[in-house]
């Protein structure tokens, strides 16, 4: 091979190594290029999410609340209460006299008049005792009797030297006192002619038998009814008049201001949930009891058709005109604290300020707000025990019927004043004595 194919070789391998070189070089360039472009991703992604993540943090951290506005007052208010439903009269009947029962004749749910026989007591002591009261006055009598002819008799030889002035005073004296053994002797068989009379016990008017506690054999002691095998004393009948019944309820003191002779109440009882019964106003206590701050109040309603009976439970509902111009709020979005009765406002900036307020009546799920607020002002409802003063809070949107309270009904046009103070028909029974509570 001669010198020249030498060089020419050199030369190509040259060219070729420093290609090969060349080709090395770009491949790091471009591994760099594309691991600087992954790092440079990176970090911009991670940056990225740093500042969704602060800004996600930040805004989480601002507590999320719901807001609403004081409502009016509706134009009439509503007060659901506890009744008892009570006869008109009832009497527990005891036995007046010992002994056994003979007989009874009228049984639970009987119709009675004044004067009918319920039961008879057999009372042979009482008999026997009568039966000597008698023959005692009988004795009484005789002695008297003869009293009065001894002291005609020395009435009759008075002024004569047969008997002296104090003999015939002393006979006189005599017949007086036998006078008086008479008459006592008569009262006493008179008070067992009416202990034998309470032999039968009888009603003591017109009503129903609600109760019969006495059975044949049973025995009775005077003024404690029956007594059982365990000594307790218990009436023999009870009596109900149930033509009119008596309804007591206990309203509470933020509601006597609607206690009126014009009061009416719808009354439920749970053997007619779908029926209303209408109570009229019959008397009220005039004082509240201290332990429960309530006053009990009697309404009336009729009963003719013996419907409602006598120690039923009821569900009486009362309405009367409210202030319109009252502000109310939920019950949820009173706070109670240290500082007393408050309230979550939001101002402008969305920055919480707790405020003072006072409260009136509870109308169930809503209460009057006396002061504190304005129609205007931003309410937190339902506001977390944790909401601090000057706090910054995120305002979101609630759910109708669920977090935000309905409106108040509008008034129905055309229908006037709603007065359910109106005086009703007088047409309940008299008032009398011996209502029972």
Do not use: C
């Not at 439903?85 to 005891?94: K, L, T």
């Not at 006598?310 to 409210?322: D, G, K, Q, V």
């Amino acid at each position: 091979m001669t010198p020249e194919h030498d060089n020419t070789g050199g030369v190509d391998a040259k060219v070729k190594a420093a290609a090969a070189a060349r080709k090395r070089k770009m491949g790091f360039a471009i591994v760099a290029g594309v691991a600087g472009f992954l790092v440079i991703m990176g970090l911009v992604q991670r940056h990225s999410a740093y500042v969704q993540l602060a800004q996600e943090t930040a805004h989480d951290a601002v507590p999320v609340v719901q807001v609403i506005y004081p409502q009016h007052a509706p134009d009439e208010r509503e007060l659901s209460l506890p009744a008892n439903i009570a006869a008109w009269y009832q009497a527990p009947i005891y036995a007046q006299v010992s002994g056994y029962v003979k007989m009874w004749y009228k049984d639970f749910g009987a119709r009675v008049k004044a004067g009918d026989v319920l039961a008879e007591i057999d009372t042979p002591g009482l008999d026997a005792q009568y039966a000597a009261a008698k023959a005692n006055y009988n004795v009484a009598l005789a002695r008297y009797k003869l009293a009065q002819i001894t002291a005609r008799r020395w009435k009759a030889l008075q002024g004569t030297q047969a008997v002296s002035q104090q003999e015939v005073d002393v006979q006189a004296a005599n017949a007086e006192a036998q006078k008086a053994q008479v008459e006592a002797a008569q009262h006493d068989v008179e008070r067992y002619a009416a202990l034998e009379a309470f032999k039968k016990i009888v009603a003591p008017f017109d009503g129903i038998v609600t109760s019969r506690m006495a059975d044949v054999g049973d025995y009775v002691n005077a003024g404690r009814g029956d007594v059982d095998s365990r000594g307790n004393a218990t009436e023999l009948f009870s009596v109900a008049d149930v033509h009119a019944m008596r309804v007591f309820v206990a309203v509470p003191q933020d509601y006597a201001d609607i206690i009126s002779p014009r009061l009416q109440a719808d009354l439920i009882v749970p053997q007619y949930p779908e029926r209303t019964f209408k109570a009229r106003y019959l008397a009220t206590a005039s004082a509240f009891n201290p332990n429960t701050r309530t006053v009990t109040t009697e309404l009336v309603l009729d009963n003719k058709s013996g419907e409602l009976w006598p120690n039923s439970y009821a569900t009486a509902t009362f309405r009367a005109p409210a202030d319109p111009d009252q502000l109310i709020l939920p019950e949820g979005a009173i706070v109670f604290r240290q500082e007393g009765t408050q309230v979550a406002l939001v101002d402008d900036s969305n920055h919480v300020h707790l405020v003072n307020v006072a409260l009136g009546r509870d109308l169930g799920t809503t209460v009057e707000v006396q002061r504190g607020v304005k129609k205007s002002d931003r309410v937190i409802n339902n506001p977390s025990a944790g909401l601090l003063d000057g706090q910054l809070v995120r305002i979101v949107k609630g759910t109708p019927g669920y977090n935000i309270p309905p409106a108040p009904p509008a008034k129905a046009a055309g229908t006037g004043k709603n007065d359910t103070r109106a005086m009703p028909e007088d047409n309940r029974p008299m008032p009398e004595s011996g209502g029972r509570q």
